[in-house]
């Protein structure tokens, strides 16, 4: 390749990675949530490494047509259900789950001239207030559904909306969705990646797991046990001293204090990385932490590297973020969440695959 950057994928941290969530949750089936692209890391490539997971959940039809047309057998789970009627018989043909989140949904099963029976997963808004039906009228829903094909397998899901941060909240969540759901004894589906690791009471007959696959989104007493899938590197480029009181990049946003070595790498926001991370943001040159400097370019981003002058090179690499330094570290510091990072990796970067455990 003639650039330097690449997404270097490690295929052993996605087995790894499902294998802890096992450890956590062992008494739950696992989802393994591989919608946009497997948060940008391939879905095929995901699916393959998490192919021991018990089905795997996606986004719309479309994502799971493509895991059917590489011959994935497992369950899919359409986690937002059909856009429009037609696509029911799709998932009919195909063996798909499919989750019924709003009245209009329920309207186009009950209208489908469907025989076969259906997995269908009514979702219940227990205060995150996006998708779902409301506490008081998923009995109504649930009676149709049954009266319209008892052959259907139904089950019941809900999504947590801060359980990372609030614990208060997402018990009060937790205890809304039970009130009205284990009456019924159906399979139920609640813990995403947060969820798993902060409330095993929400653990249920299946998990989702999604960011915390990828080794991102994971609380500090799980560091240990998870590995970053992704690491985004390229090298330097270019090396210049400037002097104090000169500024750098576009808009001159940072000026030098003091006789600066500047470090330019071959990364930028055509490449995915972030074009809001403000100076101060840290990267990782031979493993050393150094801190962008001014804006970031379409194809470059500027370094202080002048702690680092006698130890850095034309050719070094720049980790912008992976095993050594945290996604969501980087992600703090942008003002955005790990999420986006990583499905925000443009098409232009090579991907790399290694298999760091040798397995």
Known sequence: ????????????????????????????????VIKANGYGHGVERVAQQVAAADGFAVASLDEALILRQKGFLHRILLLEGVFHPDELYAVEQHRLDMVIHSRHQLDWVLAANISSALSIWLKIDSGMHRLGFALDDFIPVLTKLRHANPKHTLQLMTHFASADDDAVFTKQQLERFLYVAEP?????????????????SAHADWIRPGIMLYGAGILPRYQRDFIAVLTFKTQLISLKWIEAGEGVGYGQTWRAAQRTLLGIAAAGYGDGYPRHAPSGTPVLVNQQRASLVGRVSMDMITLDLTHLAERVAIGDEVILWGKTLSVDEVAQYAGTIGYELLCGITQRVPIVEVNSHGE
């Open 1 to 32: 390749m003639s650039r330097p950057i690449c997404a270097e994928i490690d295929l052993s941290a996605l087995r790894h990675n499902l294998r802890q969530v096992r450890v956590l949750a062992p008494h739950a089936k696992i989802w393994a």
């Open 184 to 200: 019924t004894n159906l399979v139920k589906s609640l813990a995403n990646s947060a969820a798993i690791q902060t409330l095993a």
